[in-house]
């Protein structure tokens, strides 16, 4: 997986690229983790990601816990229709903000 990094403004944008599973869900964690203690708003663009498991999704439980403690912002935006299945069947999609 590879991991872009580009603030837009008061938003920092984190764009996805390949599979977020157990090998890759601890570089997505780091990033993640360093991102929250600096930016307010987060936005991980997942149009290039294909594939999550339940690592990916633990790390995206956990980001969405620590941004809420500290009174941030995280959302998902461009989400393949195999990956939103994943969201909706897990019930994801009603935990995390995707837009």
């Known amino acids: 997986m590879e991991i872009d990094k580009a603030q837009n403004g ?4 984190l764009t996805l690229t390949g599979r977020l599973d ?10 993640l983790t360093e991102t929250i203690s600096s930016s307010e708003k987060i936005e991980l663009d997942f149009a290039a990601v294909d594939y999550v498991s339940s690592a990916g999704l633990r790390v995206l439980l956990s980001g969405e816990k620590n941004v809420k403690v500290n009174g941030k912002t995280m959302t998902l935006k461009n989400i393949l229709p195999e990956v939103m299945e994943v969201f909706e069947i897990t019930g994801f999609s009603g935990i995390l903000t995707i837009v």
């Open 22 to 31: 157990t090998a890759t869900s601890p570089k997505l964690q780091e990033i």
């Open 10 to 13: 008061d938003i920092c944008v």
